[in-house]
């Protein structure tokens, strides 16, 4: 189960979560492994058989105003059973003052207290988006994922079928390198899967023959993206004589991703198969399919819609009109 530590939270820049620690350094690598947020005013209050120590706490301005509203030896008591949990950590919103008592008892629990200048509602929502985005299932996959008109293409097959050398001549084309190689794909609400690339290899790509290129400083900025939601799984293999092979394209194929099924071709490749140009055709296609519009399924609407007229015809050429 994917996990995060108080400290990465902490670090966090682009979801304008805007958190300063206060005190309780200590307990920087306590883990957070659930999207959900906690509000521990009945666990003040004494009942503590409902609160969930791994989820993060938010201390707004209810929570505060009763502690500073009760005998401060009753608040220290308090709280001392409540950093007893073992809580993942504490976060005050709005920017409020912290009670001296309160920063002492999490420096000496070493239970991380942050403050964030947001109110409490909207903070929830932020750290929730995160959280949920960051805590769900992820993963790794062999392959090499170009964005082609917008449509997020994984390509796949064994090593030396000429995978890269497809994404390339796309590169060429004017179209976007995601990943290659290796691609970390992640599950995203309600039923998507992103990819991108690994740390290290991002922006490279290898071609034998040639070696590791760095795709960014050789097309530019405009030839890569950072991420992108996966939309159609295309398999290349090589190609074997008397193997059948979907010359139709009626019936849906699927690949699935943590849960997800996405649509799904196998390519043989061959000697004289231009396979970067049926790539591209087929993520023009899968934008057709998108938008409503089968060629494959209307074709054979057609077909049958036409043998159905001819077989009437033939029948009455037989039998005639006029039979009772």
């Known amino acids: 189960m994917p996990k995060l530590t108080i400290q ?42 409902s609160l969930h120590p ?7 301005s209810t929570e505060l105003s009763f502690l500073k509203n009760m005998p401060r030896e009753e608040a220290i008591k308090k ?5 007893r949990e073992n809580l993942s950590c504490l976060i005050i919103t709005k920017n409020q003052e912290a009670p001296d008592y309160l920063i002492e008892h999490t420096e000496a629990g070493n ?31 062999h392959g090499v994922l170009v964005d082609i008109l917008g449509v997020g293409v994984l390509i796949q097959g064994k090593s030396g079928v000429g995978k890269s050398e497809c994404a390339l001549e796309l590169i060429l084309r004017g179209y976007r390198l995601v990943a290659d190689d290796i691609i970390k794909v992640r599950f995203k609400l309600p039923a998507v899967i992103f990819g991108e690339g690994m740390d290290l290899l991002h922006y490279h790509m290898e071609i034998r023959g040639l070696g590791i290129l760095n795709i960014k400083h050789l097309f530019g900025v405009a030839a890569i993206r950072e991420r992108k939601k996966i939309d159609l799984v295309v398999e290349l293999v090589k190609w074997e004589d008397g193997k059948e092979y979907d010359r139709l394209g009626v019936e849906k194929q699927i690949f699935n991703i943590h849960g997800v099924d ?14 970067s140009t049926i790539v591209e055709v087929a993520a023009r296609n899968q934008l057709l399919k998108e938008m409503g519009y089968h060629s494959a399924i209307e074709f054979q609407e057609l077909l049958e819609k036409r043998m159905a007229e001819a077989a009437y015809l033939h029948s009455h050429n037989i039998i005639g009109d006029d039979l009772e």
């Open 8 to 49: 990465e939270i902490l670090d966090e820049k682009e979801s304008g979560l805007d958190l300063e620690l206060l005190s309780g350094a200590g307990g920087l690598s306590n883990t957070v492994s659930v999207p959900r947020i906690q509000k521990p005013g009945l666990a003040l209050a004494g009942y503590t058989d």
């Open 54 to 60: 791994d989820r993060v706490q938010i201390i707004g």
């Open 79 to 83: 709280l001392r059973g409540l950093c």
């Open 111 to 141: 239970t991380p207290l942050l403050r964030t200048r947001h109110l409490s509602s909207n903070f929830i929502a932020l750290l929730t988006r995160f959280l949920e985005e960051r805590l769900l299932p992820t993963s790794t996959l």
């Open 262 to 275: 996405l649509p799904f071709a196998q390519i043989p490749v061959a000697p004289g198969r231009n396979i």
